[in-house]
């Protein structure tokens, strides 16, 4: 619906994902959309998306009020933040990234504790093996547990920063900072991670051809009862196809964070005024036939070069986000979902309850992040 007064408001009964694509069809890569006095611009070009110009977009930011995500949720007024709040949420930012490269992430010191929780989900699974079953909540507690080891290291840097400069009047370290960190990333880490994971099971259990392959890559590499380390990784291009795969489909976090213009801007020939909020549509860019062959398929075998090797980088693909804000979890999520689905499907084999399809398409009504629907599926164990 388009009303002067209202601006647009998406009522077409369309999920959202579709009523994107509508209006790209309609506007092209760059438009604005206002709702009632909120203004924003959609980019749904990936080429635009990385721009200098793109990058140098901040995300919505009053850390000092409260966290990002959860302003972003509460739609708070005055994005811009002013010099000592950047230098405040940039600080906070580079902590957090060089406490968790710190703590192992990236690096296998934290591939023992996403081993652990992968072999107590894989005994969770079959435990439900054999019958229709909705995905059990231990995928998630696996989840949680994985940061919490992760963050529980990083308390402990946080909390000593703040007695060291607990005597500096301009501090930017509090425990109510603390607080907004681990809220961050609990917030940002979990439902993104165990989604993709779910949305994994669901598409494999729809491609029995491709979860086959999946399987004989991995009995190939893995022997029978070890489970994958990092090392691993250049040996098993089809499991990176699969998993680069199922985050193109899924694009969990389908509008990522919005970028907020930190200065009078030009992007694609438009001026964005300094305040412009500014949403990167990965959703739309996942699904671009410009850059996707059938983009509607699910085809790991796309990420594979002509000698079976995997093809690291692809335009088109932004699931993590760009820019100064990109995802801090990028590493870690590529760790979990390496280590787990190897875990699982070395075990397990997943199919859709007997005569049916599982509905891959995400709960509607939720625009910031593709929410798998809560479908069963069957575990059967592998002999
Ligand atoms: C499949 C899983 C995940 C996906 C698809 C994902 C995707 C994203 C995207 C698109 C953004 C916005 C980037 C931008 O603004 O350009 C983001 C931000 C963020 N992610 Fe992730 N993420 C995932 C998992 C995680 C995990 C496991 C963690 C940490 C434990 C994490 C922590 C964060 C944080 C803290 C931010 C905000 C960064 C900032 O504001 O500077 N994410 N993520």
Redesign the pocket.
Known sequence: MVSPLVGYIPLSGKHMDEQFKDLQKQHGDIYLWRMGTQVMVFLHSYQLSKKPSAVVLF?TVRRRKCS??WSLLLMVRNPVCNWKQRQH?HTN?RF?LRQ?RDQGMGKSSLVSAIQKQARELVEALKGQASKPERIPRDLRVA?IN??WH??ANLIDGYLLDIEASKDDPDTIRTERDLCI?IL???????E??V??LAFMFFYLANHPEVQRKFQAEIDEVLPKGTLATLEDRSRMPFTEAVIHEV?RV????S?????VAVRDTTLGGYLLPKGTIVW?A?LTMHHDPRFWNDPEKFMPERWLDDQGKFATKKEGF?????????????S??RM??FIISTAIFQSLSVSPPPGSKVDVSPVPGNPFIKTPRQEKVCFTIRE
């Open positions: 995300s990002d995500l949420l930012r957090s968790l989840v994985i940061i992760m963050v960190l961050d990333l609990f917030f940002a880490g979990s993104t991670t989604g993709t985050l899924s694009s969990l976090a509008l990522g964070i919005p970028h990167t990965a932004l699931p993590f986000g760009v820019g100064k804000r990109v995802c801090v979890g990028e870690l999520v979990e979902l």
